[in-house]
Nanobody, 111 residues
Framework: VQLVESGGGLVQPGDSLRLSCAAS????????MMWYRQPPGKEREWVAT????????AYADSVKGRFTISRDNGKNTVYLQMNSLKPEDTAVYYC?????WGKGTLVTVSS
């Protein structure tokens, strides 16, 4: 299993970013995918989940209404659209599939 996140960067409060996670080494369209994040100095926390079909999603309360998880099974990729970003969204964002993790992509929200 290989998961490669991309799309992180430095943005200002209120901006948007879209993260991508390219997956390989397993049958992507049969696996539930998740995004997690780890803020500086804090524990890793769950952000969002999407079912293998993409019809069922779930979000942490802290991001509900601002973040959207989606997937393209034809491209073996899962996305995290992040809108109205806040400084407290600053974290390394990780993609998870089965028991495997990517290396993460850093999102910094600062003015």
């Amino acid at each position: 299993v290989q998961l490669v996140e991309s799309g992180g960067g430095l943005v200002q409060p209120g901006d948007s970013l879209r993260l991508s996670c390219a997956a390989s080494g397993f049958t992507f369209n049969t696996v539930t995918m998740m995004w997690y994040r780890q803020p500086p100095g804090k524990e890793r926390e769950w952000v969002a989940t999407i079912s293998w079909v993409g019809s069922n999603t779930a979000y942490a309360d802290s991001v509900k209404g601002r973040f959207t998880i989606s997937r393209d099974n034809g491209k073996n990729t899962v996305y995290l659209q992040m809108n109205s970003l806040k400084p407290e969204d600053t974290a390394v964002y990780y993609c998870k599939a089965l028991t495997s993790w990517g290396k993460g992509t850093l999102v910094t929200v600062s003015s």
